[in-house]
């Protein structure tokens, strides 16, 4: 699937300087690098329906055995073993006598304890990947977690390492035993230890997808064979929101446009976020905020949501949602399936030119034919002229006023919004009063 950064801003993917976004929602990895991972999975999409499965498959069994996890498994523990090989220590000796043992201890004291305290940490590595391929590796193991649980269960099949299931701790060898067994780690398994890190940081990514789908209740979409867009989903919400109203979504090679209306703060935004989150998320193969979705392959998406202006190019704000138009029909038109994102259509320009340029936009998108569209505006009389179009629909979000206060139900109907609540709003703020008062 192909998405870029404005898209993934847009719908507040990935954020690294903002805690509110989905990856942080759904981050519940427990070493830095399972984080990066994770990372790596939801910014890498899938493009087949069969890897997308594979994942689900994998996530699903993790989260059925998710009791039989191996906690003993740190963030420290990683960092532990990583100072180990990256620092500069004296030779450890080979097969060494209590003698040499004693001779290093006294003479090497500081190497002696980073090397003691590297060894406990290790084996408990070693024991929690020892657990994972006994919990997890069995005949229902899916395939693509049994391929990397295979893949450590041959790094994990070392004679040396044997001596890690005949102790219980590292603290029961002997000075001799665990610097034969520093030995081995530091200048035989380097590579081989950062082959199992890597395994496990895959784990610990699958791990917290697994935990947020649990949490979060969400549900494994469905993806079908079809060279026509489509896009189903039953009880669909926001993830980000702590209350969220839901909606039924259905789109399709029949009605393929969906045209948005209803006043500010209505939740507009709101529910075309939740559908590219959504659509996202289920090509990544985690879990969809919705209670069944069913949808079709999608070659990319694109949103027309946050555009701000460029003053050191000296681009203004109506220029660069034209550039950002002009990008997506360059997408659409090459015949391949969009998801196509548009919150509220040339806000950097007069209202009747906005209707002007909106309706020649909507009207040209709706011929194509391969692409689902949601798009919102305040334009609501543009709407009447393009029902004549068989593949558009139209929604709207109700807002009521009730003794001067707005009211709004965040349920998604049937039809078309002429609310005009600005002037409400600015005067329940006390906006009106400050200006008369000045």
């Known amino acids: 699937m192909e998405i870029d950064k404005t898209t993934l801003t847009d719908l507040v993917i990935v954020d690294r300087e903002d805690e509110f976004s989905i990856f942080n929602k759904i981050n519940f990895t427990i070493t830095a690098r399972g984080k990066e991972q994770l990372r790596s999975n939801l910014l890498n999409p899938l493009s087949d329906i069969a890897s997308i499965n594979n994942v689900q498959q994998t996530i699903l069994f993790i989260k059925i055995n998710k009791a039989k996890w191996p906690f003993i ?3 420290g523990t990683i960092m532990v ?6 620092s500069h220590i004296d030779t450890i000796p080979s097969k060494p006598s209590s003698l040499d043992a004693f001779s290093y201890k006294l003479f090497h004291g500081h190497d002696y304890t980073l090397v003691k305290y590297s060894v406990q940490h290790f084996f408990d590595f070693i024991k929690g990947m020892q657990q994972v391929l006994a919990s997890f590796l069995n005949d229902k193991t899916p395939q693509l977690l049994k391929n990397a649980l295979q893949e450590a269960e041959r790094i994990l099949n070392k004679p040396t390492l044997n ?4 102790k219980n701790k590292a603290s029961d060898l002997m000075p001799a035993e665990m610097l034969d067994f520093a030995h081995f780690l530091k200048y035989s398994y ?3 230890f950062y082959e199992l890190l890597l395994i496990f940081c895959k784990l610990d990514a699958w791990h917290s997808m697994a935990i ?3 949490k979060y209740n969400l549900s494994m979409p469905h993806f079908i064979e079809s060279d026509l867009p489509y896009v189903e989903a039953k009880n669909l919400y926001n993830l980000m929101l702590q209350k969220p109203v839901a909606y039924d979504v259905l789109l399709n090679e029949a009605t393929n446009f969906l045209f948005l209306t209803g006043a500010n703060m209505a939740g507009k935004s709101t529910f075309i976020k939740a559908c590219g989150t959504a659509v996202y998320l289920a090509h990544t193969g985690m879990g969809v905020p919705a209670a069944r979705m069913k949808l079709s392959l999608c070659d990319g998406i694109l949103s027309n949501i946050n555009v701000i202006d460029n ?5 203004s704000y109506f220029f660069n949602e034209v550039q950002r138009i002009k990008a997506t029909l360059l997408k659409v038109t090459n015949g391949k399936k969009w998801l196509i994102l548009i919150d509220e259509l040339f806000k950097g320009t ?3 030119d906005a209707m002007k340029c909106s309706s020649s936009v909507i009207e040209g998108l709706l011929k194509i034919k391969s692409s689902i569209f949601i798009l919102s505006t305040h334009l609501y009389e543009i709407g009447d002229d393009l ?3 068989p593949n558009i629909c139209f929604n709207y979000f109700e807002t009521t006023v009730i003794d001067d206060q707005l009211c709004f139900s965040y349920q998604l109907k049937e039809g078309i919004s002429n609310d005009r609540l600005g002037y409400l709003i600015l005067k329940n703020e006390g906006v009106v009063k400050m200006l008369e008062e000045i």
Do not use: L, P, W
């Open 73 to 75: 498994i740190t963030n």
């Open 81 to 86: 073993i990583e100072k180990f090989y990256d």
């Open 163 to 166: 001596i890690i299931a005949t």
């Open 190 to 192: 380097k590579i081989n």
């Open 212 to 214: 947020a789908i649990e």
């Open 311 to 315: 003053i050191a190019k000296g681009e």
């Open 350 to 352: 007069n209202v009747q």
């Open 387 to 389: 029902k004549k179009h």
